[in-house]
């Protein structure tokens, strides 16, 4: 059996109106702007075993029912 796995985390990427004030701010402080659109961290980075990733994806839907719907203003 392996040892490698793989990195993943779990992201919001809300619709927002001030994208460019959002990315004007993050151009200047976040040096990893330029990598990923501005969002949520819902989980962050872990490191798991490579597996089918319908079963990651089933585990993050089955978790996320369990929450109630928020607004994100």
Excluded: G, W
């Excluded at 392996?2 to 402080?29: G, K």
């Amino acid at each position: 059996m392996s040892n490698e796995t793989i990195r993943y985390c779990v992201h919001l990427f809300p619709a927002v109106s001030n994208q460019s004030e959002i990315d004007e701010y993050r151009n200047r402080f976040d040096p990893l702007a330029f990598k990923v659109a501005p969002h949520i961290t819902l989980v962050f980075p872990f490191d798991i075993q490579p597996e089918p990733i319908s079963r990651l994806l089933s585990h993050v839907h089955a978790t996320a029912e369990t929450f109630a719907p928020f607004t994100v203003t």
